[in-house]
């Protein structure tokens, strides 16, 4: 069982700011800015590393492209923070690839 299909499958509920054929962007449940929100590849790869070795770069561009939007959509354009929590060492607490956007404040050196 994986929280972030279930979300990307709409059985779990979900704030989206952005989605397309290939990510969802939402809102963090637990947000550490005023602007926080999970960009998560509708397919599961459980973190960066599985998703360089087994993506064709079709959701690695996907990504990339929706940050740009998420920022642009949350008007944060300007300046804001990506995070990848990388396998238990790196914090990562959700086994399915995530990026965090996090904005809207200047931000400090660690928070997350
Ligand atoms: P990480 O620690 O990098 O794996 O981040 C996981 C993030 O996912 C954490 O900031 C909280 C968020 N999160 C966990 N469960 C849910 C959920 O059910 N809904 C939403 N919107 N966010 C969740």
Same mark, same amino acid.
């Given at each position: 069982m994986c929280i972030f299909c279930d979300? $990307?499958?709409?059985?779990?509920?979900?704030?989206? #700011? &952005?989605?397309?054929? =290939? $990510?969802i962007a939402i809102r963090d449940l637990n947000p550490q800015a005023p602007v926080h929100v999970l960009v998560i590849p509708r397919k599961h790869f459980?973190?960066? $590393?599985?998703?360089a070795h087994n993506d064709d770069g079709a &959701?690695?561009? +996907? #990504? #990339?492209?929706? *940050?740009?939007? $998420? +920022?642009?959509?949350?008007? *944060?354009?300007?300046?804001?923070? #990506? *995070?990848?929590?990388?396998g238990e060492?790196?914090?990562? =607490?959700?086994?399915h690839v995530h990026f965090h956007v996090l904005g809207g404040a200047k931000l400090g050196e660690k928070i997350l």
């Amino acid at each position: 069982m994986c929280i972030f299909c279930d979300i $990307v499958e709409g059985k779990i509920p979900s704030t989206k #700011v &952005y989605e397309d054929e =290939s $990510v969802i962007a939402i809102r963090d449940l637990n947000p550490q800015a005023p602007v926080h929100v999970l960009v998560i590849p509708r397919k599961h790869f459980d973190n960066i $590393v599985d998703m360089a070795h087994n993506d064709d770069g079709a &959701y690695s561009a +996907a #990504v #990339v492209d929706a *940050i740009a939007e $998420v +920022a642009k959509i949350e008007g *944060i354009e300007d300046g804001f923070r #990506v *995070i990848n929590n990388c396998g238990e060492d790196g914090g990562q =607490s959700v086994m399915h690839v995530h990026f965090h956007v996090l904005g809207g404040a200047k931000l400090g050196e660690k928070i997350l």
